[in-house]
C-alpha cells in the first residue's frame, strides 16, 4: 500500500528533477514539501503496521477463545451421549 504514495511522490520528484526550472528556491521548497509528505506516509504506515499487529493479536485470543469453547462444546455433547446412551 505505501508503494502505491510513494509512486506518487517519485513521479513528481522526476519530472521536478527532469524539468530545470529557472527558480532552484522553489525547487528545494517543492522537495522539501516531498520529503514532509513522504515521512508523513512513513509514520502513517508504521502507525497502520502497529495496528494491524494489534487487530492480530486480538484476532489470536479471539480464535483461542473460540477453540476452548469448541472443546467445551465437545465435552459437553460427549458427556450428554454418555448419559443418553446410560439409560
Excluded: R, W
Amino acid at each position: 500500500m505505501i508503494m502505491k504514495h510513494i509512486y506518487f511522490l517519485i513521479i513528481p520528484i522526476m519530472f521536478l528533477i527532469g524539468c530545470s526550472p529557472s527558480d532552484s528556491s522553489k525547487l528545494n521548497e517543492d522537495i522539501k514539501n516531498l520529503k514532509i509528505s513522504l515521512d508523513s506516509l512513513k509514520t502513517l504506515n508504521q502507525i497502520n503496521d502497529k495496528t494491524l499487529d494489534s487487530l492480530n493479536e486480538v484476532n489470536k485470543l479471539k480464535e483461542e477463545q473460540l477453540l476452548q469453547y469448541q472443546h467445551a462444546l465437545d465435552s459437553l455433547k460427549k458427556n450428554f451421549q454418555e448419559e443418553e446412551s446410560g439409560k
